[in-house]
């Protein structure tokens, strides 16, 4: 099978693809045949290792991915083979074939074509747990989301008017801004230009957020907590901007804010129910027609170029790879 292989340490344009084993699935495993995989900010980190979770080397990146089941290890009883599933690993989604344990699979909901499907688990997982389970979003509240325009970012204002919240974007360009407010942002901060904590004291009525969510982490998570209301709450998801905040504890206590964090690998092992009521929330919202932003769809030859695109932040939305192209 084709797969893009990660040899050294680095920036993503050294990845190569090349002609690797196919994949046997263990027991409790499935093997799953890769239709589509899409691309996220760790992935970018996990290859030049400056992710939380340390690869070793060769391997093959991606972690988000949607396909069809190909075979079931010993002591699995499903899904069925042949049937459309979509899921998420640390590394290995950027090839034709895919295994993971059964457990870690995801029925596809009705309506998502595979590109689609591939930029859906991760991000609109991420969104809505981070409002709902973590953030504890009620309807009629302000939300502000840092990095908007990104594929976290984009997912958490689509979910977040959804549930009926009045949502800020903050992002780095109005022309980022524009992506946010098609998705129904009420209001933007170009917060390259603007003063973050006074557009959003200002763009709230002036008691400031209920709820902020950060993919970003840096200097604009710093100056967002400043801007929560008393008793608001600040969920912080990832550090796209590279730098991990240092938020001064004593604006926690005056503000008396809740700092939480959210990271998607280890919700199913405390939060089964969650999971399953989130599950069940997004498949609604499919159903009345949410689809995830796609900005780019690349044919696997050139995943070295689509990673460094989302390093350089030069995408809005998910960035997919498909591996049927040129089949």
């Keep these: 099978m084709r797969a893009a292989r990660c040899t050294q340490y680095g920036p993503p344009g050294a990845l190569e693809v090349a002609e690797v084993d196919d994949l046997e699935p263990g027991p409790g495993e499935v093997l799953v045949r890769v239709h589509a995989a899409a691309v996220n900010y760790p992935d970018v980190l996990i290859v030049a290792d400056r992710y939380q979770v340390h690869a070793p080397l060769p391997f093959t990146p991606g972690s988000e991915f949607a396909g069809v089941v190909a075979a079931l290890g010993p002591g699995v009883s499903g899904p069925v083979v042949g049937s459309p599933v979509a899921g998420a ?7 034709e074939q895919v295994v993971l344990p059964a457990a870690n699979l995801r029925h596809v909901p009705d309506g998502l074509d595979m590109v689609h499907a591939a930029a859906f688990h991760v991000t609109y997982a991420t969104a809505y747990h981070s409002l709902v389970t973590v953030g504890k979003a009620a309807a009629g509240e302000w939300a502000v989301v840092l990095g908007a325009a990104g594929g976290v970012g984009t997912a958490t204002v689509d979910v977040a008017t959804r549930l009926g919240l009045h949502v800020v974007a903050a992002a780095s360009s109005h022309e980022r801004l524009a992506v946010a407010r098609k998705l129904g942002a009420e209001g933007g901060i170009d917060y390259v230009h603007e003063d973050l904590k006074l557009r959003i004291r200002e763009l709230t009525g002036g008691d400031g957020a209920h709820l902020v969510v950060d993919p970003v982490g840096g200097d604009h998570a710093e100056a967002a907590v400043p801007a929560l209301r008393r008793g608001g709450r600040f969920v912080t998801v990832g550090y796209a901007d590279g730098k991990i905040p240092r938020i001064p504890l004593n604006l926690v206590l005056l503000k008396d804010a809740v700092v939480r964090g959210f990271e998607i690998r280890t919700l199913r092992q405390y939060a089964p129910e969650a999971v399953a009521a989130g599950d069940r929330a997004r498949a609604h919202m499919v159903h009345d027609g949410m689809r995830p932003l796609v900005s ?8 070295a170029t689509a990673l460094t695109d989302v390093a ?10 498909d591996m049927t192209a040129g089949e």
């Design 89 to 95: 690993v640390l590394t290995g989604a950027f090839a």
């Design 312 to 321: 350089e932040r030069r995408t809005t939305g998910k960035v997919v790879i």
């Design 296 to 303: 780019r769809v690349h044919p696997l030859a050139d995943v």
